[in-house]
RNA sequence: GCGGGCGUGGCGGAACUGGCAGACGCGCUAGACUUAGGAUCUAGUGGGCAACCGUGGGGGUUCAAGUCCCUUCGCCCGCACCA
């Protein structure tokens, strides 16, 4: 009979859902193991083939556990606030929630045709208002706590459409709907002050399991450098410039300093800059221009000096010219540096365009009239007073200690990330719980009036010169002060997307609490996260501001852990046939559906394993899924083959027990794709034997049940195994049992083989080679040299040294 | 430019601390069974008639190198004037 997957899948899967097969339990003794894969924004064009990846990898190690004895969390929900909708809403004039709702239904269907062992008892969305009533309260606390703050800061402002755009939307610098110039427009905006955990969010890092890939980009977004701060008086107003470098070694070389056009000295001493005129131009410039232009590749340095004004070296007391530059950014350091254009590169660049001196101090380069000398390891001091001689190493020492003596600086840590950016002028988002009072200032709502609704509206179209389509809505923005009941106005932006998916995990632990957003006896069960596992573009952000969050809830004594993930993984991308990337325009995009139509769920999960290395990007093939179909339906042929033994057979004995080691750490370490094949062995083994024992049927249908869970449960039943396959126990092999009693070894003569031999496992090295030295072949070879040496490798080869 | 990853048959990919390169799957070839096969089964399948040659290229260490060292080329991803 040819296996009836339709029919099979489909039952299997309506058990569970009847039987809440894997939902958590409460209260449990076992061990728990909480798994988590980031929960999908449910677009309109419905689950791509990549998302299943992650899925599929987390419910086999889920599953795993879950018959291994472990009290297993493994839940979903919906990070459903986001601009897609919000376009589509505007453009079908659909309420946003509709679409939402629909969205979800679509994802949901195909979640559960794949058999994920998910516990839907724990559904969360973040656009329900009982979810992002916690979100804002999160807010909430984060500004009674000063770490969330009002600032002007550049939104992405589209001249055509006059509205403000995401980072998304804007494509090599202009608005992508209708290709007008995007141009930077101030906005008072919310403010999270993360900076404020950089050393912690690095510190952190090294008691995790992430990644070594996670780990480096988190590094390097944070970005920490350890140098010192530096005092440049300014001869003509008394006042000190300080700049922060990573090499204060090279303070006797500082020949220029540079400023950012931002930078506040300049508005401040305007009369003294005698060609203010040209340095206001030169402002104005770099304020016109975009982001996108500023960081462009490859440009020409540009400057102004400000003439009638110098600064002193502290070292030497030589004046030393004050330019403004934009390759000086206003948001990193001070906004200021010292010039050493002998020992950077961009400051030689700049000291070349305009004929500033260049003056070496760290020898050990070519002439820095032609190149900068840029190496810290192996460089001698020159030209620097007291340091002149010292390593850089040693100098840099020696000199930051005699900057802090002589109150010149300090040394200082300094990191490239900057606070996070919260609001969004947008609908369809978490409204920020805040009012803003024309007595108090801004003013928190309580506690008891969340959550803030969003207000019912049916226009979502974004509001003009950047405003918040909820600025439109005054009977909404008209409120009282909570504090003096005088008139105030609500804050019209929405929170980003990241907001609802910085503390998701925490929700499912807990997602029906009313009263909190997680009981504190449920968290300290279940966190951290054992296993999380999501793509390499949440890397770097939404790793960063959920870790975030999660340290401040711990600070205020919400969560009992410092960290929400013990462990990350990430999964490569599924590229289309042709081996680019997936998307609609390149016409390469595989549709789960179809798939799961043609083939089912199991075939589709088990090809997903099988495509390739786990964390590797590789291209899909139908023909892949083709193989993977057949190979479970010889699994389901195996059923006529099975005799009455309840044990292993001789024959299989070693197979069987190889095959559960290999398949039990091959999951364990994500090695999918060898898992597979080594069941694809067994069976292979078994085919050519002609039968099997119902003992090793079993043991193999156990194996194969978290790949390929509803054929193997069908095998399992109509076998009449007791109970099902999900909930039996994952079966153990025995060391001594993989280990063969006789072994063929290859036979080396100068470390080419030439024959093999089969030894007894237990010979030892002398007989071996006796073994080995006896073979026909070999002594063939062997006729006309003499041997020198003879290396026997216990149980893999013996190699004859001859000449 | 910086950071990360990768380069192995016609293709996707295996190979733990150096120890028989190419597991497993796809594709291909031949055969069997079939009214038929894009179904199934069996056998074969890195290249070369061979000696031999083969893990991007060139050196090296070693009895032994895909794996270690030096050097060079190419591709992908992320970040980008971070002082």
Request: glycine letters at 8%; charged letters at 25%.
């Amino acid at each position: 009979m040819r296996y009836n997957f339709k029919k099979t899948e489909k039952k299997w899967q309506k058990h569970w859902d009847e039987n809440e097969s894997f939902k958590a339990e409460e209260n449990s003794k076992k061990p728990k193991f909480y798994g988590l894969v980031e929960f999908p924004y449910p677009s309109g064009h419905g689950l791509h083939v990549g998302h299943p990846r992650g899925y599929t990898a987390l419910d086999i190690i889920s599953r795993k556990k879950r018959m291994e004895g472990f009290n297993v969390l493994f839940p979903m929900g919906w990070d459903a606030f986001g601009l897609p909708t919000e376009n589509y809403a505007i453009a079908n004039k659909i309420h946003p929630a509709v679409v939402t709702a629909e969205n979800i239904k679509n994802f949901k269907r195909q979640l559960k045709m794949l058999g994920f062992s998910f516990d839907w008892s724990r559904e969360i969305d973040t656009t329900d208002p009982k979810y992002y009533k916690w979100t804002q309260w999160i807010f909430l606390k984060l500004f009674e706590k000063g770490l969330a703050y009002k600032a002007t800061m550049p939104i992405n402002y589209c001249t055509g459409c006059r509205v403000g755009l995401a980072n998304e939307e804007v494509v090599n610098g202009v608005c992508e709907r209708c290709s007008s110039e995007v141009i930077q427009k101030e906005k008072s905006q919310w403010m999270l002050k993360i900076t404020e955990y950089a050393a912690r969010l690095i510190d952190d890092l090294d008691g995790l399991d992430y990644i070594e890939k996670v780990k480096v980009s988190q590094k390097n977004w944070i970005g920490r450098s350890q140098g010192a701060v530096v005092n440049f008086k300014v001869e003509q107003t008394g006042d000190t410039i300080t700049v922060f470098t990573t090499r204060p070694d090279t303070l006797f070389g500082a020949t220029y300093m540079v400023l950012s056009p931002e930078h506040e000295f300049i508005n401040k001493n305007k009369e003294k800059i005698k060609n203010y005129a040209e340095v206001e131009r030169y402002k104005l410039a770099a304020a016109k221009k975009s982001e996108f232009e500023r960081t462009e590749l490859s440009k020409e340095k540009t400057g102004v000096a400000l003439e009638g004004i110098t600064a002193i070296n502290p070292m030497n007391g030589v004046q030393i010219p004050i330019w403004i530059s934009d390759y000086v950014l206003v948001t990193y350091g001070t906004g200021a540096i010292m010039a050493v254009p002998a020992h950077d590169e961009r400051d030689w660049e700049f000291a070349k365009k305009f004929d500033l001196p260049i003056i070496e101090v760290v020898s050990g380069g070519d002439d820095v009239q032609k190149q900068p000398f840029t190496d810290v390891d192996d460089g001698i001091m020159v030209n620097s007073g007291f340091i002149t001689g010292m390593q850089v190493k040693d100098a840099i020492k020696k000199i930051t200690e005699h900057i802090e003596k002589n109150n010149i600086g300090e040394r200082k840590i300094n990191y490239k990330l900057r606070d996070w950016v919260f609001s969004r002028q947008r609908y369809w988002g978490e409204p920020i719980p805040i009012v803003l009072c024309e007595k108090c200032g801004y003013v928190p709502l309580s506690e008891s009036e969340l959550p803030l609704l969003l207000p019912e509206t049916d226009n979502f179209e974004p509001g003009e010169d950047g405003e918040s389509p909820l600025a439109k809505q005054v009977d909404w923005v008209n409120t009282v002060c909570p504090k003096c009941g005088g008139k105030a106005k609500r804050e019209t932006d929405t929170m980003p997307q990241w907001a609802g998916s910085s503390w998701y995990f925490l929700r499912y632990i807990d997602p029906n609490n009313d009263d909190f957003l997680a009981g504190m006896d449920k968290l300290k069960y279940w966190l951290p996260v054992d296993w999380y596992n999501g793509g390499m573009e949440h890397t770097t952000l939404h790793m960063l501001y959920s870790r975030f969050w999660h340290k401040f809830l711990y600070d205020i004594g919400v969560v009992p852990t410092k960290e929400p993930y013990q462990k990350r993984t990430s999964h490569g991308m599924i590229l289309g046939e042709n081996g680019e990337k997936m998307s609609k325009s390149r016409n390469n995009v595989i549709n789960p559906d179809e798939v799961v139509g043609e083939y089912g769920a199991d075939t589709f999960r088990t090809y997903e394993m099988f495509i390739g290395a786990f964390d590797q990007a590789t291209p899909w093939s139908m023909q892949g899924v083709r193989g993977c179909h057949k190979f479970l339906e010889r699994v389901w042929g195996l059923s006529g083959m099975v005799t009455a033994d309840g044990g292993y057979s001789d024959e299989l004995m070693s197979a069987v027990h190889k095959t559960i080691k290999k398949v039990t750490e091959d999951i364990d370490r994500m090695k999918f794709n060898t898992a597979i094949a080594a069941l694809m062995s067994f069976i292979n083994k078994v085919m050519s034997i002609g039968s099997l024992t119902r003992g090793e049927f079993k043991t193999f249908l156990l194996l194969l049940n978290p790949i390929a869970p509803h054929i193997t449960e069908e095998l399992w039943e109509n076998a009449g195994f007791s109970g099902f396959a999900s909930q039996s126990k994952w079966p153990i092999y025995d060391a001594a049992k993989t280990l063969d009693d006789e072994i063929e070894i290859a036979v080396q003569i100068n470390g080419k083989v030439r024959d093999k031999v089969i030894i007894n496992a237990d010979d030892n090295d002398e007989t071996v080679k006796e073994k080995a030295l006896a073979c026909q072949k070999v002594n063939d070879f062997l006729s006309d040299k003499k041997i020198v040496k003879v290396i026997v490798i216990p149980k893999r080869l013996v190699n004859i040294v001859a000449k």
